[in-house]
C-alpha cells in the first residue's frame, strides 16, 4: 500500500464516529506537533487518548484535504479540520489548518511532523481549498 493510500485511509475518516481509527497508527509511532498551544509530541497512547477525547467532545470531526504529496514512503498533506461539538451538532465550523508529513512503516502512519494554526472566519482562507482537487 501507497503512503498516500495509508494517509488517505485515515484522514477520510469522521474521528468522532470512527471507534477504529487508531488501528491506522502504527504501535512505536510518534507525533512532532507545533501549534499555537506550543510544542507536544504524542506516542500511540497518547494519540489514542485524543482520539477517544476527539469521540466524546464532538459530533463530526473530518478533514477536507487539499494538497497530497507522496514520495517514497512519505507522505505531506495540507488540510482543514472541519467540526460540530457536541453542544452545537447542527453547527459545523472550521477549526485549524495542518501541515502534517507522514513517514509510514508496515502500512500504518509510523513518523509525523506537524503545524498548525486556528482558522479564521475568512472565505478567501477556506476557499483556498477550492482551488486544488485531490
Request: glycine share 2%; net charge negative.
Given at each position: 500500500?501507497?503512503?498516500?493510500?495509508?494517509?488517505?485511509?485515515?484522514?477520510?475518516?469522521?474521528?468522532?464516529?470512527?471507534?477504529?481509527?487508531?488501528?491506522?497508527?502504527h504501535k512505536d509511532a510518534?507525533?512532532?506537533?507545533?501549534?499555537?498551544?506550543?510544542?507536544?509530541?504524542?506516542?500511540?497512547?497518547?494519540?489514542?487518548?485524543?482520539?477517544?477525547?476527539?469521540?466524546?467532545?464532538?459530533?463530526?470531526?473530518?478533514?477536507?484535504?487539499?494538497?497530497?504529496?507522496?514520495?517514497?514512503?512519505?507522505?505531506?498533506?495540507?488540510?482543514?479540520?472541519?467540526?460540530?461539538?457536541?453542544?452545537?451538532?447542527?453547527?459545523?465550523?472550521?477549526?485549524?489548518?495542518?501541515?502534517?508529513?507522514?513517514?509510514?512503516?508496515?502500512?500504518?502512519?509510523?513518523?509525523?511532523?506537524?503545524?498548525?494554526?486556528?482558522?479564521?472566519?475568512?472565505?478567501?482562507?477556506?476557499?483556498?481549498?477550492?482551488?486544488?482537487?485531490?
Amino acid at each position: 500500500m501507497s503512503a498516500k493510500t495509508i494517509a488517505q485511509s485515515f484522514y477520510n475518516l469522521d474521528l468522532a464516529k470512527d471507534d477504529h481509527a487508531i488501528s491506522c497508527i502504527h504501535k512505536d509511532a510518534k507525533l512532532k506537533w507545533h501549534s499555537s498551544k506550543g510544542y507536544t509530541i504524542l506516542d500511540y497512547n497518547g494519540m489514542d487518548a485524543m482520539l477517544k477525547e476527539l469521540r466524546r467532545s464532538f459530533e463530526s470531526f473530518r478533514y477536507k484535504i487539499s494538497h497530497v504529496l507522496e514520495d517514497n514512503d512519505t507522505v505531506t498533506l495540507r488540510y482543514t479540520i472541519y467540526a460540530a461539538s457536541i453542544e452545537r451538532p447542527d453547527k459545523e465550523e472550521a477549526l485549524a489548518h495542518f501541515i502534517t508529513i507522514w513517514e509510514t512503516k508496515d502500512g500504518k502512519l509510523f513518523k509525523g511532523f506537524e503545524i498548525s494554526q486556528l482558522a479564521d472566519d475568512s472565505q478567501e482562507s477556506l476557499n483556498s481549498y477550492a482551488e486544488i482537487k485531490v
